[in-house]
């Protein structure tokens, strides 16, 4: 069996001082909110009810203050409703508010999904280049009297772009990858379709959060490490909860010699705990995050969180028959097949070794 394991007690040998201080703080500020969510579930009082959704509201608004208190000092952790407009939060907001809801569908689900790796490239890789502009010249279907041109202004990525690599992490990471490549790709003006790097990582959900180990196995990844060497290494995963899977990927990657010229990790809700953690680390690693959640339960399960991003993006594998790469990408359908076919090529390429 070729198999790396990183351990919870390895990860948490990064953290500072002043970093678990950041996290118990979160923690003691999240088990505020329990006995507000028993009343609120049990419902049967409707006075009670309200005021504890009114003490819930402003306990939120703390630990939202609090949160952007200690990303503020972490020049490596952006916050999409932290570091951009008050005018543009409303649209992320009720983003996430859909995907935490239950009665989400998956098909609603990958759809908030897409939109949410859409706001997060932009906040990643075009709020970087909004001064500089690249004119893309197209032809349009009007050919009356002559063929029509049109021209468009778009954010100039290309220095920021044509250099990176996606790395999945599979499962859940499978589709977010796909659409962030796949709007590198739509931004570049060379039509890039970014190279991909696949590994095969879990948890062992045996263990607890705090003695939580992380298994990579090699035999059922794919990747050429030369091909890895000097590039800009992109994870686009929907969950950073404990940071363990992205920093076992790459602290194998160092030790085999691989100098990434940098990390980006792009997530929908990532945990502070998981944030901390990763640029701790990792050298040159960034985490974007459209959310912040504060804390982990004992199951490193994100609290509030979402619940398990893969399987509602993927549906869930039977227990003696989980589905590999291909068995996935066919399930998500002749339109997700059509939209990012050449995505899927580079994954074919990758995986077959062509």
């Known amino acids: 069996m070729n198999k790396i394991i990183l351990t919870a007690a390895d990860l948490d040998g990064y953290l500072s001082g002043s970093d678990k201080e950041s996290i118990a703080l979160m923690d003691t500020k999240y088990a505020e909110t329990r006995p507000y969510f028993e009343t609120i579930a049990a419902g049967r009082d409707a006075s009670a009810v309200k005021d504890a959704e009114k003490e819930l509201i402003q306990i939120y608004n703390k630990m939202g203050k609090t949160m952007q208190d200690i990303v503020r000092r972490e020049p490596a952790i952006h916050v999409y409703s932290f570091d951009t407009p008050k005018e543009v939060h409303g649209e992320a907001s009720r983003l996430i508010a859909k995907l935490r809801n239950p009665k989400t569908g998956h098909e609603e689900f990958v759809y908030y999904v897409q939109r949410a790796f859409e706001l997060l490239f932009n906040f990643a890789f075009t709020d970087n280049a909004l001064a500089e502009k690249n004119y893309l010249l197209n032809n349009t279907p009007v050919d009356i009297p002559v063929q029509n041109y049109a021209v468009h202004k778009i954010p100039d990525v290309d ?9 999945v992490m599979l499962r859940g990471a499978l589709l977010p990858s796909m659409i962030v490549s796949k709007e590198i790709q739509e931004y570049s003006s060379t039509n890039y379709v970014t190279p991909f790097a696949l590994f095969r990582i879990k948890r062992d959900e045996t263990k607890k959060e705090h003695n939580m180990e992380y298994i990579l196995d090699l ?28 920093v076992t990927i790459v602290k194998y990657l160092l ?12 997530n929908v809700i990532s945990a502070l705990k998981g944030s901390l953690r990763t640029i701790r680390a990792i050298k040159n690693a960034e985490v974007y995050t459209l959310w912040m959640d504060p804390t982990l339960n004992e199951l490193a399960y994100i609290l509030p969180g979402l619940g398990d991003a893969g399987d509602r993006l993927n549906g869930m594998d039977t227990e003696n028959n989980p589905r590999n790469m291909i068995q996935l990408i066919a399930d998500y359908g002749a339109n997700i097949a059509s939209l990012y076919r050449s995505q899927l090529r580079k994954l074919e390429q990758t995986v077959l070794g062509e």
């Open 159 to 167: 220095a920021l772009v044509e250099n990176t690599v996606m790395c």
């Open 219 to 246: 035999d059922k990844s794919f990747f050429d490490l030369e091909k890895l060497n000097g590039k800009d290494l992109v994870f686009a995963d929907p969950m950073n909860a404990t940071g363990g899977s992205l």
């Open 255 to 266: 030790e085999q010699g691989v100098e990434p010229k940098s990390v980006k990790f792009i």
